[in-house]
């Protein structure tokens, strides 16, 4: 007997069928990997799992017995615990790790508030002895790394007596490393007979641990892939056409300079570097988390300043005092954290699919402060076609969208304009393999600007840029070669 088995589940929003008949099965100590492309429709079958939607039609076993819970503590009580993406595990900043752990334990009533500094240490050990892993206890949770916060996350779910864990994404602000020690600590728990169910974009990740896969297309499961897995054949049944090459040919820096760095830098204390960025380039910065990639981007957007040393745009020095100044030399910039940074909150004027990607230029398109020839709806509707964006039309609330839709909707922002230096960073979180090649063949399209693309993932640096450039206690090395990055097993076809 499974101990999940899901049959036939259906789920409609409004004339958006997010899930048609799909159906999934998953035994005890089994790694199942979700696959599916963005709006493929695998956050609504977690979200019906976890008990955040009612599914209009289908049937889930949990354990043999009929599963319907109405809420993720409903389904937590009965064995089912939901992580979230990496970059979306949230605490109460100022509690310790060891009470961070603790938490639900205070909701539910299962610990006293009034516990001793002593004991909850000791009940937080205990609950990191079981699940086998270390943590700073003491620490503020606000302090911690996204690597650590979403250990504690996972060791609370654990500690809760979670029989199958379901991660949404969660290496997608990890770096390699981090996602490393993800992967060692899943495959201990799984050893232990913890069933997961595991969402990633990332074929990384999905080589390393799925035991089998199950792809889901416009909302139904369209193929099953067991060991040895080709990966290659589920990513084409995922994206419905054949994968194109991952490499692309890297290409001689035959433009002018647009950025250049001179003896920059970016903390005090740390090592001066030189840095170029040239027209036509696409260079990536790979580094782990920490290690100065943000704080690189932003100085080169005016959020922030270099310690010391200067930089030059088109050969003309350029100290941008903020975000206003670089946009008006034509820098421009798509941040790590698209929901704080780029989205416009539910419920607000703006918050239209149209106006996500309109926004910074309305002034420029209709200089009189009239809306009147429908050009944001114009290019909205251009973007929904180049970039593939899956919504109900350009006036859809951009949080109707899928994560990866959202995420492609921010990208089409920067696209509608000609710039002369495009700064992203990590533009591929949550969006799927084919969008992501669809994606890179845009950006690297452009021969009249420089981009700069700042990534944990090795795998998509090499797969994007001309140039890969490392950074390490926030300085720059150049001269780094493809081989070091290219992923193990790099999927072409
Ligand atoms: N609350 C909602 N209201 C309207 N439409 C929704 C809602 N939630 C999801 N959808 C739609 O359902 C479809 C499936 O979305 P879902 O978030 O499940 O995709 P996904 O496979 O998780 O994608 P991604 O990889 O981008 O996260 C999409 O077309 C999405 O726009």
Avoid: C
């Avoid at 979700?34 to 354990?63: C, E, P, Q």
């Avoid at 064995?79 to 009470?99: E, F, K, M, N, Y």
């Avoid at 003309?316 to 989205?343: C, F, K, N, Q, T």
Wanted: proline content about 5%; hydrophobic content about 45%; glycine content about 8%.
């Amino acid at each position: 007997m499974p101990l999940l088995d899901i049959q036939s589940l259906s789920l409609s929003f409004g004339s958006t069928l997010a899930l048609a008949d799909a159906s999934l099965s998953l035994q005890a100590g089994e790694i199942v990997a979700l696959m599916g492309a963005n709006g493929a429709g695998k956050s609504t079958l977690v979200k019906v799992l976890s008990g955040v939607h009612r599914a209009d039609s289908g049937i889930i076993f949990w354990k043999g017995a009929l599963f319907q819970p109405n809420s993720p503590a409903e389904a937590a009580r009965s064995g089912v615990v939901t992580v979230h993406q990496s970059t979306d595990v949230v605490g109460i900043p100022d509690l310790t790790v060891a009470d961070a752990l603790l938490l639900d334990r205070y909701v539910d009533g299962r610990e006293p508030f009034f516990l001793s500094a002593a004991s909850v240490r000791r009940a937080a050990a205990r609950i990191l002895d079981e699940v086998g892993i270390t943590l700073p206890l003491e620490r503020r949770f606000g302090d911690l790394g996204t690597a650590d916060r979403q250990l504690v996350a996972i060791a609370r779910a654990l500690s809760n007596k979670a029989e199958l864990l379901i991660l949404d994404e969660p290496t997608a602000s990890l770096s390699s490393n981090e996602s490393q020690r993800l992967y060692t600590f899943l495959r201990v728990l799984k050893s232990r007979g913890i069933a997961i169910l595991y969402i990633s974009h990332r074929t990384t990740d999905l080589m390393s641990l799925a035991d089998h896969v199950v792809v889901l297309r416009g909302g139904r499961d369209v193929g099953t892939f067991t060991r040895p897995i080709d990966f290659g054949a589920a990513i084409e049944t995922m994206i419905g056409r054949p994968l194109k090459s991952a490499r692309p040919d890297r290409r001689a820096l035959s433009g002018r300079p647009v950025l250049e760095l001179k003896q920059a830098v970016l903390l005090p204390g740390s090592r001066p570097f030189d840095f170029t960025v040239h027209e036509g380039e696409v260079v990536a910065i790979t580094g782990v988390l920490g290690a100065g990639k943000s704080r690189l981007l932003s100085a080169i957007f005016g959020r922030g300043a270099l310690a010391a040393g200067s930089m030059r745009l088109d050969g003309r020095a350029y100290h941008p005092a903020g975000p206003a100044e670089a946009i008006a030399a034509g820098v421009v910039m798509a941040a790590e954290d698209r929901h704080r940074s780029s989205l416009i909150p539910a419920g607000w004027p703006g918050e239209s699919l149209a106006a996500t990607i309109s926004l910074p230029h309305l002034k420029r398109w209709y200089p009189s402060g009239f809306l009147y020839s429908g050009r944001e709806t114009r290019e909205a509707v251009a973007a929904i076609r180049r970039l593939g964006i899956k919504a109900q039309g350009p006036r859809a609330s951009i949080w109707s969208l899928s994560g990866g839709n959202q995420q492609k909707a921010v990208l089409a922002r920067w696209e509608a304009e000609p710039s002369r230096l495009l700064l992203l960073d990590e533009p591929f979180q949550g969006v799927d393999v084919g969008a992501r090649q669809d994606i890179i063949h845009i950006l690297r399209d452009h021969r009249d600007r420089a981009t700069l693309i700042a990534t944990s993932d090795p795998e998509e640096a090499y797969e994007v840029a001309d140039r890969m450039v490392h950074i390490s206690n926030h300085s720059l090395f150049e001269g780094a070669d493809d081989a070091m990055y290219a992923p193990e097993g790099q999927l072409t076809a």
